[in-house]
């Protein structure tokens, strides 16, 4: 470790006992101002014809008056891929006994709203669904205002417009195993955040390959073979949205100098893991779809894996159950400065 790397981490932990911190003012107030070279989107995403704003909602008989909060929301971000059916599937399979607000903005509709009017035919008795499309996307990418290009400032939006003090986020290719928001909600209480282990899944078989345990592992000083202060995935994430309101407007906002500008979630974390109390549940929860074409996690994931075992995942076995039993791993509570890397 450089020493100035090393006198930084001293000068920050002298400063913790009281509070302080010393914190530029631009990166505070301007923070998006100062992202400098972002990547540039085509110029065709604005020449898109956009569709036509709609707004639905649907709601099961026992939700009863949907001012009343909810006992934890999910925040899915979505551009209408195929796989969201199984994605909201998965919320509605939840055994958690309170009632679940289900939030789904979409970025840019890639697909048909309509299957989403099929799945939610027959929504769960203490379950409700609001879905929303401004009519425009939110993000650079599509010709949107906002920097980051995977949701631009909708999971901040719906984050804000959850009817709940406890929030969990989910992609539309990913899935939740049945006692995801049950072991959420044990882990958050009298903590800040909390957060699940996760699944890799074949992107192409949609069959689970096995726990990851080399990336979204949770924060730890020790760090890991690529995050240095280890990380965890916003599919993973729980948060206590008064406790961690400070963070929600970062979801909008990636990295300086990134070549991708969907590391929002970098931030996120950082923040969460040095500023606020975790704890990890322990479980693996997730079924993260990993992506072929990301050239910058992807190899190193696969030489994890094993190109063996990846290899037999591609193919679809109709006698292994995608919602395999949950992984347990013992995962010890984290105080704020438990966090730095």
């Known amino acids: 470790m450089h020493w100035t790397s090393f006198a930084s981490r001293v000068i920050k932990g002298f400063l913790r006992r009281w509070d302080l911190r010393i914190v530029r ?3 505070l107030w301007r923070s998006i101002s100062q992202l400098h070279r972002q990547p540039i989107p085509n110029p065709s995403a604005t020449a898109e014809r956009p569709s036509e704003p ?5 709601a099961g008989a026992a939700v009863g008056r949907m001012q009343i909060p909810f006992d934890f929301a999910v925040v899915m971000p979505s551009i209408l891929r195929p796989t969201i059916s199984d994605a909201i599937e998965s919320v509605f399979a939840q ?7 289900l939030l789904i903005g979409v970025d840019r509709p890639a697909g048909d709203a309509q299957t989403i009017d099929q799945i939610c035919r027959i929504v769960p008795s203490r379950h409700a669904v609001t879905m929303f499309y401004p009519g425009y996307s939110t993000s650079r990418r599509h010709g949107g205002l906002h920097p980051s290009w995977d949701g631009g400032a909708l999971r901040t939006i719906l984050s804000y417009l959850a009817n709940s003090r406890y929030l969990a986020y989910l992609d539309d290719d990913n899935w939740y ?5 049950t072991s959420l909600h044990g882990a958050i209480q009298g903590f800040d955040w909390a957060y699940a282990l996760r699944w890799f899944v074949h992107p192409r078989s949609r069959q689970p390959i096995c726990v990851d345990r080399w990336e979204s592992v949770g924060p730890t000083p020790r760090g890991t073979m690529v995050d240095p202060a280890g990380w965890v995935d916003p599919n993973c994430f729980a948060i206590d949205k008064f406790a961690c309101e400070a963070v929600l ?3 909008g906002i990636p990295r300086r100098n990134t070549d991708r500008a969907m590391d929002a979630d970098r931030n996120v974390f950082d923040i969460l893991s040095t500023e606020f109390r975790g704890r990890g549940t322990g479980e693996a929860t997730i079924f993260y779809a990993l992506d072929e074409s990301d050239r910058h996690r992807h190899p190193f994931r696969l030489q994890m894996i094993g190109a063996e075992r990846y290899a037999s995942a591609a193919v679809l076995n109709p006698g292994k159950p995608r919602e395999q039993a949950t992984c347990s791993l013992e995962v010890p509570a984290l105080a704020p400065e438990d966090g730095e890397g």
């Open 249 to 251: 407007r970062w979801w």
């Open 177 to 181: 195993a049945p006692s995801h928001l």
């Open 54 to 58: 709609f707004i639905k909602n649907y």
């Open 25 to 27: 003012g631009e990166s």
């Open 95 to 101: 055994d958690f006994a309170g009632r679940v607000q």
